[in-house]
């Protein structure tokens, strides 16, 4: 994993400092969290730049906050926890992460992944993303605007792809686009959503339900 150049000339100290993220880190252990490269990469990106400056002392409170386009960022403990089950222990290639929203998980994904795409059907929310981003320069990370349900069929197959918008079912384009061994986690489910990690095999897929989750929709189309 690369040092990352956040600490000093990060906006603001206090309730936005390295302490603060590391508190952050000591419950989402408490919670549950055990995957120490996903904790380590969470230490290290600093959440608050990707909030507005207004909600910047919450950005390490465990929750979900409004990020413009009535969309959200995601809770920290979802993020640790799709990207510890996306993981399982072992390191990643080629991910694809579909709603960059804000570009949170995107930048925490650069830090486990040595390939991440990352595709937001909502161009000024790509935009903002981008600005979001580039302070940190994370040279393979690639955000993409798009409809992330048809996935990036140029850049597949991926070893792993977070969805981060919930949907009734899987998307068959995505599952297409898995490498066998690869590892989809998305939010499914109409009313009631919940996380799903679905394997591909050699033999075809596999599911595994976890914990009840609640998302923005996966809309279809660019805006
Ligand atoms: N990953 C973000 C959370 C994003 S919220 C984080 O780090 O916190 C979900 C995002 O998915 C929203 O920005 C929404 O615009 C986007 N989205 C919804 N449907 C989509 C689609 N079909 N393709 C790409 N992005 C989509």
Redesign the pocket.
């Known amino acids: 994993m690369s040092e990352l150049p956040f600490g000093a000339g990060a906006r603001g100290i206090g309730m936005t400092s390295q302490r603060t993220r590391d508190r952050m880190i000591a419950r989402l252990r408490e919670k549950g969290i055990r995957d120490e490269t996903v904790l380590a990469a969470m230490a290290s990106v600093p959440r608050h730049l ?1 909030v507005d400056e207004a909600l910047a002392s919450r950005a390490y409170e465990d929750s979900a906050l409004p ?1 413009g ?1 009535e ?4 809770q920290p403990f979802v ?1 640790a926890r799709m990207l510890a089950e996306l993981r399982d222990g072992r390191p990643l290639g080629r991910v694809l ?10 930048a925490v994904l650069a830090q486990v992944a040595s390939e991440v795409y990352s ?4 161009a000024g ?1 790509l935009e903002r993303a981008r600005a979001n981003l580039r302070a940190l320069r994370l040279a393979n990370l690639r955000l993409v605007h ?4 048809r996935g990036l069929p140029d850049a597949a197959p991926f070893d792993g792809i977070v969805v ?2 919930a949907s009734p079912k899987a998307s068959e384009l995505l599952l297409q686009q898995l490498a066998v061994g690869g590892r989809m986690i998305a939010p499914l489910g109409a009313e009631e959503q919940a996380l799903c990690l679905i394997e591909r095999t050699t033999k075809g897929f596999t599911e595994k339900w976890l914990d009840a989750v609640r ?6 189309g660019k805006q």
């Open positions: 990707f990020i386009f969309q959200t960022i995601s993020v992460e579909v709603g960059t929203g804000c570009g949170y998980q995107a595709i937001e059907r909502i929310l798009g409809d992330g349900a981060a918008a998302f923005v929709p996966l809309r279809a």
